[in-house]
């Protein structure tokens, strides 16, 4: 499918999975521009917020705070046991992190519209909680104009803009890699969404990073 593959990695036990939900709720709202989601994608927006867990040489180039700088983080031994389970299948490092989209619109539900990430070139994902039952993850035929400020700087788009190519409904407890430099967009977020997503430390193109891992591929 354009845009995501599911990957034949274990599941996180279930002890693992409770203590990441939990911890995912604790996670604060950063702030988001005002109005922004509103401005540029004319639909309600969502927060999108992560624990800090990023590699020294990542996070130099990761700006995501809450307003008053303070980042939340994964407890040791999750990020530990998370490292301890699913390392072994990556040849470059891995840092797990939790990441909470939040619908803070005051409407039943909220959507984060269409963008590339910032710096990063593959999303690693695992679902804890969907955050409602229609939450979909759509994948668009665009991919990101500027590849100079990749390591700084996210892009985003207008639905005008972009071209639906699929959406993907994302089921919970299934390992999958997003092409984050393709633009792609969450719809429907009711409730907090809670998922890891292992930041790897290498900018692999989607397409080469799925020849590299062929054999998990499902
Ligand atoms: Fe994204």
Not at 24 to 48: S, V
Request: glycine share 8%.
């Amino acid at each position: 499918m354009a845009g995501i593959t599911y990957l034949n990695l274990p599941i996180i036990e279930p002890g693992l999975t409770q203590k990441l939900i939990e911890e995912g709720l604790k996670i604060p709202n950063y702030t988001m521009p005002g109005n922004f989601e509103a401005q540029l994608h004319g639909r309600p927006g969502i927060t999108n917020s992560n624990t800090d867990n990023w590699g020294a040489s990542l996070k130099q180039n990761y700006r995501g705070e809450v307003a008053d700088g303070s980042i939340y983080k994964l407890p040791q031994q999750c990020v530990d046991d998370l490292i301890e389970q699913f390392q072994p299948y990556f040849k470059h490092d891995i840092f797990p992190t939790l990441v909470k989209f939040h619908n803070n619109t005051g409407e039943p539900m909220g959507d984060c519209g269409p963008h590339c990430d910032a710096w990063r070139t593959v999303g690693i994902n695992y679902h804890l909680q969907l955050g409602g039952e229609n939450v979909i993850t759509c994948s668009y035929a665009q991919t990101r104009k500027d590849w100079s400020n990749l390591l700084t700087d996210g892009e985003n788009a207008k639905y005008n803009d972009v071209d639906l190519l699929c959406e993907h409904h994302v089921p919970a407890n299934t390992w999958h890699v997003l092409d984050v430099q393709r633009y792609h967009a969450v719809h429907n977020v009711e409730h907090d969404r809670i998922f890891v997503s292992l930041a790897y430390a290498e900018q692999i193109p989607y397409r080469d990073f799925l020849k590299q891992y062929s054999d998990l591929i499902i």
